[in-house]
């Protein structure tokens, strides 16, 4: 039986807000049982504000969530990726400013900082959201949907109006080893042109070439060029992940995304919570695929560091 887990230390960080621009203090810590993913805002009378869905309260540039309070947290999806990823149920997210911080635009940070705290098994078995019947949702040229799969797999496509985005498509299983291997590294990205209008908007203050992939109109800017193949789509798959994770399980189906997005993605996520046959929550004791699908362990770290900053 597959047991819930969460992380077995406490771990701290700073970064930099991405709309906000200024520093933000960022502590993870293990929470009980059936907790899931709590944010919690140190900065305004400790509010808790739970990752799910229902919570979801703007998905423009990025998802944010808020409490029954108006408490917001924004830029949860990269973290949220990869506590889905390394299969963590659990965790309490301390935050002293309503976005979460951007490190270097990917999951990557995260994942090294989860790493490093280390994961445990806790005592109730690990529950996951089984897609039982295709649910779609469209607006004009974009789609989402879930389809039944006895396992967690993405396809995503995108094409933008531009030499270097034209085209790209990945399809991945995903598995605790192909997220940190083949998708927690892809930095979000942005056009130069619209980063500058979201400057003047008084968005994207901490926004630079150290947080994300500045596209030119011939060219990418960053000077080592890009971590993948396809790096773009890939990272329209982490925020996929992210915002898939605040179903407040892991899914067994299969997610489609054609040039989706934040505001698509929980629009699907909605229609999906609101037809009940379409979905079921089970266990490992009682369903047979599971343990063909079980995480992989996570990598060790020679030298576990207590905290780190970027
Ligand atoms: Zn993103």
């Not at 930099?16 to 899931?36: F, K, Q």
């Not at 090294?112 to 109730?124: M, P, S, T, Y």
């Not at 940190?180 to 942005?190: E, L, Q």
């Amino acid at each position: 039986m597959l047991l819930q887990r969460t992380l077995k230390n406490t771990i701290r960080c700073t970064g930099i807000g991405l709309h906000g621009g200024n520093n933000v203090y960022l502590s993870l810590r293990p929470a009980p049982e059936n907790t899931g993913i709590v944010f919690h805002r140190i900065d305004a009378g400790g509010a808790l504000i739970p990752a799910r869905v229902e919570n979801v309260v703007n998905t423009q540039l990025c998802s944010t969530i808020a409490n029954a309070d108006g408490v917001k947290v924004s830029t949860v999806e990269h973290l949220l990726a990869a506590f889905a990823g390394l299969g963590v149920d659990n965790a309490y997210v301390d935050l002293d400013s309503p976005e979460v911080p951007i490190m270097d635009g990917s999951a990557a940070p995260f994942v090294f900082l989860i790493q490093c705290a280390g994961i445990v098994e806790q005592r109730l078995p690990k529950q996951w959201l089984r897609i039982k019947k295709s649910i779609s949702v469209s607006d004009e040229d974009k789609h989402a949907s879930f389809h039944p799969c006895d396992h967690f797999r993405i396809s995503f496509h995108i094409d933008f109006d531009h030499p270097l985005l034209s085209e790209q498509g990945v399809e991945v299983a995903v598995t605790e080893t192909t997220f940190i291997k083949d998708i927690s590294r892809a930095r979000t990205f942005g056009f130069l042109k619209d980063l500058e209008t979201l400057r003047a908007n008084g968005l994207a203050k901490g926004g630079s070439l150290d947080n994300a992939i500045v596209i030119g109109d011939f060219r990418i800017l960053n000077e080592g060029g890009l971590r993948y193949d396809k790096e773009f789509v890939r990272h329209k798959i982490i925020d996929a992940i992210g915002d898939l994770y605040l179903l407040g399980r892991p899914i067994l189906g299969h997610f489609k995304g054609i040039r989706s997005g934040h505001a698509m993605n929980n629009r699907l996520m909605r229609k999906l919570l609101a037809r009940a046959d379409a979905w079921e929550l089970v266990e490992t004791n009682n369903h047979a695929s599971f343990a063909e699908f079980a995480p992989a362990p996570a990598p060790r770290i020679r030298q576990p560091v207590a905290a780190f900053s970027i």
